[in-house]
């Protein structure tokens, strides 16, 4: 009698080994494309990831230029308003010696 129930098991074992098998399948069948989506992603984010430090130089390179301009500039203001009250001295000494009080 033991090889009945022995034999009895054995054709019931193969149908769990067969939903296990398809279990399986299924599983690795939803897997895939999902391992191709993040390897996908992966991709996208490194490609983001390098635009940004791009914008970011670039940014860096306009913020300097904006930053020497703008010292160019206070530099000339600086060197005019020098300039102009020696000259008008100049002038004023002059109209000063012709229409004295």
């Known amino acids: 009698m033991r090889t009945r129930s022995t ?12 939903n296990h098998l398809k279990y399986s399948e299924d599983i690795s069948n939803k897997l895939n494309p999902m391992e ?4 996908d992603l ?3 984010n490194e490609l ?3 635009q940004n430090i791009q914008l970011k130089q670039t940014m860096d390179k306009s913020l300097n230029n904006r930053d020497e301009n703008f010292s160019s500039l206070i530099h000339e ?21 012709l229409f004295e009080d």
């Open 7 to 18: 034999l009895g098991n054995n054709h019931t074992a193969v149908p769990v080994v067969s």
């Open 36 to 39: 191709k989506e993040l390897k």
């Open 42 to 44: 992966k991709v996208q």
């Open 48 to 50: 983001f990831q390098n």
């Open 77 to 97: 203001v600086q060197e005019t308003k020098r300039t102009i009250p020696s000259s008008q001295e100049k002038k004023k000494g002059f109209f000063s010696k």
